[in-house]
């Protein structure tokens, strides 16, 4: 079975930097979804998170289990809340010109079932305490086919220039 990847669209934060990312009017033409998105944020810190909402849904129906492995050790979390987490990217006081990398996995995003997604999520601090892969098991709580999808920052912050975000469809033939 062949599987082609067909880029939708991709997204490019410019000078001025952006509070969000959006991917609007996504057609329901293919089996999957893959977002992959490189991102740092303005916040006066040094991480921010990075988060999406599908089809501008605010309801409490986003829930995840996620490993986590960083500097001093390892865990597990999880949550259910009104936005997905995807993970950590670097900020403000996070070493100059670094951007996280992070793919979101969305099998059957147009199906008539609740939306499951995966993630993965790295990004380097160069310092004593750095945020270093997050991973994630998720679900959306909602039978809708997904047409949009928003990223943001947890904080409320911007998206810096250069952080972008390029959107494909799976064909399975």
Not at 64 to 78: C, D, H, I, P, V
Not at 125 to 147: D, E, K, P, R, Y
Request: aromatic fraction near 12%; avoid cysteine.
């Amino acid at each position: 079975m062949a599987i082609t990847y067909k880029k939708i669209a991709s997204v490019t934060v410019g000078s001025g930097g952006a509070a969000n990312i959006d991917f609007t009017s996504i057609p329901g033409t293919y089996t999957d979804l893959v977002l992959l998105i490189s991102s740092r944020s303005n916040r006066s810190a040094n991480a921010d998170d990075t988060v999406f909402r599908i089809n501008g849904n605010t309801s409490n129906i986003y829930s995840y289990r996620q490993l986590y492995g960083f500097t001093s050790g390892a865990g597990s979390a999880n949550a259910t809340d009104t936005k997905a987490f995807i993970g950590q990217m670097p900020a403000a006081s996070s070493t100059a010109s670094t951007f996280d990398s992070s793919l979101v996995y969305f099998p059957n995003y147009a199906g008539s079932t609740n939306k499951s997604y995966s993630i993965e999520n790295v990004w380097e601090n160069n310092s004593s305490t750095v945020w270093q892969l997050n991973m994630f098991a998720g679900l959306w709580a909602n039978t809708s086919a997904i047409t949009s999808i928003s990223l943001f920052s947890n904080n409320s912050n911007n998206f810096v220039q250069y952080s972008t975000a390029t959107l494909y469809g799976i064909l399975k033939a």
